[in-house]
């Protein structure tokens, strides 16, 4: 197989290193002279010094016989175009991005790339799973921009006592369970009351998360 | 109209100034306060320091609510992350992109987007002038 990375950085180094030492043929994109040397140095002649969002330095590449294309600069922005033009003139089959900033999975997916891999997200994702605490889990994400989390009522929250049906929701958000601070679920309806320490499972589009968050959380 | 320009440089600067000369409501965003300086004394348009392709900040400042959003900042990417945000996650319904490299550029308007590149605008022109127009008396 035949992976193109864009990006000469810790990131870039290490797949590379990992995917040679399993006999795939690979090649880095980096801008910088001095990582450029540094990689030619310690992985040998895998690497091309120029832009990897340049129509002149991917056909010099060979982006068009590429099976994958990895871009993991530090810059969205560069990780987005690299692979969109990745498909757009070369009909590279596979694209891969890393993101920097979580939130921009969403656009990615999107505008057609097939997989981003974010460190932020990955770490938070633990986070979450290891401080039961923390007012927000996220469990799934679903189609059409819709996710499904689990917000803890804090002790305190102005909507504790107040029924399903009195809830003033964020557009498109709903509340889909109610399970109690016992770990037993309640049969969730418009009239079900909620109680400090009651775990909410709601779907929301994803952009009215913070607010919902908020309704539910605050005093 | 209500306007987003991203980039703050003399050709977003510029276009601002124009634009709210003519009475639209224009809204400047650039990564660094600095840059506002390019802006007329009087300037009445409104100045955002934000990065542009951060969702949350074209949240913020309101995307969603312009008519038009123009991508003017130093960088290809950026400008065509950012307009591809504003068109497609916001919903905007005219956007323009400034694209510098001319392969980019044709790529993204294949894609659908409303692009520009100075660099054959600015060939073009310069070409035309050459060959086309006498020299000055």
Redesign the interface.
């Known amino acids: 197989m035949y992976a193109i990375i864009v990006g000469g950085g810790k990131v870039g180094y290490y797949l590379a290193k990992e995917m040679l030492s399993e006999m795939h043929e690979v090649l880095i994109i980096e801008q910088d002279s001095a990582k450029c040397e540094r990689i030619a140095e310690e992985l040998g002649d895998i690497v091309l010094r120029g832009d990897g ?3 002149a330095t991917m056909e010099a590449a060979g982006f068009g016989r590429a099976d994958m294309v990895i871009a993991v600069t530090g ?4 990780n ?2 690299c692979c ?2 990745a498909k ?2 070369f009909s590279v089959p596979r694209t891969i991005a890393r993101l920097n ?1 979580p ?2 999975q ?2 990615f997916r ?2 057609g790339i097939d997989t981003t891999v974010s460190a932020t997200a990955a770490i938070l994702a633990q986070i979450e799973q290891e401080l039961p605490t923390h007012p927000v889990l996220h469990l799934l994400k679903l189609h059409h921009g819709l996710e499904l989390i689990d917000i803890k009522v804090p002790s305190g929250a102005g909507v504790s006592g107040k029924r399903v049906k009195e809830l003033l929701l964020p557009h498109g958000a709903m509340i889909v369970l109610v399970i109690g601070d016992d770990g037993a679920p309640k049969h969730t309806s418009p009239e079900t009351a909620i109680q400090a320490g009651d775990d909410i499972l709601a779907v929301t589009p994803t ?1 009215n998360e913070d607010a919902l968050r908020t309704i539910l959380t605050q005093p | 109209m209500k306007v987003v320009i991203m980039g703050c440089g003399r050709v977003g600067a510029t276009l601002a100034a124009m634009l709210s000369e003519e009475g639209h409501d224009v809204m400047v965003l650039d990564t660094r306060a600095d840059a506002f300086r390019r802006l007329p004394q009087g300037f009445k348009g409104k100045r955002h320091v934000g990065n542009g392709i951060d969702q949350d900040v074209l949240a913020r400042i309101g995307v969603g609510e312009a008519d038009a959003f123009v991508a003017v900042t130093q960088g290809d990417n950026r400008n065509v992350m950012a307009t591809q945000m504003a068109k497609h996650i916001f919903g905007v319904k005219r956007t323009l992109c400034r694209i510098y490299d001319p392969i980019r550029e044709e790529i993204y308007r294949d894609l659908g987007l409303e692009t520009i590149s100075p660099t054959i605008v600015g060939a073009k022109l310069l070409h035309e002038r050459l060959l086309h127009t006498k020299e000055p008396a």
């Open positions: 969002c340049e129509a810059d969205d922005e560069d987005l175009i969109q033009v757009a003139m900033n939130k921009n969403d656009i999107l505008l952009e």
